[in-house]
């Protein structure tokens, strides 16, 4: 990516962040932000890492970074071990979606950006496991209904009738008697295919 001094100008953090007076982290924050806008803007090529990370990395990182914390409260990151959000994931759509450079386009998804469907290509991922993927409503509805069904089958008379189902199959030996209906119905298919 071209770094020219034209292209990338420095977003002022206040935009971003309303920080309190007690808040260090915000004070700092607007410091670099007012010393970034007050000056020249440093050449990218011969400036010192701080001065290349605080007017060319953090205007553009820093708001990512808040969107990816409001994000992630959303998706209650913060309340659980494990959820099916990943911030590299959100950042990189974010990023690319706020490029300058692609100002006038449409939003792209995560896995519609090329790079990435290029990367999933020789790099794919294991599926998401379904219990990251449900929500906490269809999660409990599949455990009541895996609970109930199991409270049925512990009933005496359901057990009595599943155990003389089993005997009749065993009895009758009803799966020898259904593969060979099957097998004189497939040949009666065939033969009323050929008369055609």
Partial sequence: VSLEAGILQPLCMEQFYRASAANTVGQRLLSICEATTSSEPPDPKTCSPREYLEYYIFPILLPGMAELLHQAKKEKCFERKRTKFIACDF?????????PKRKDESFTEFFSIPFVSDWLKDHPRPPIPLSLLLSEEEASKVIQSFWRGYRVRCD??????????KQLREDKNVIKNLKEFWIKQEAKGKLTKLDI
């Fill in 91 to 99: 950042l990189t759509e974010w990023l690319y979606n706020q490029n």
């Fill in 156 to 165: 005496p008379e359901v057990q009595e009738l599943r155990e003389w189902q």
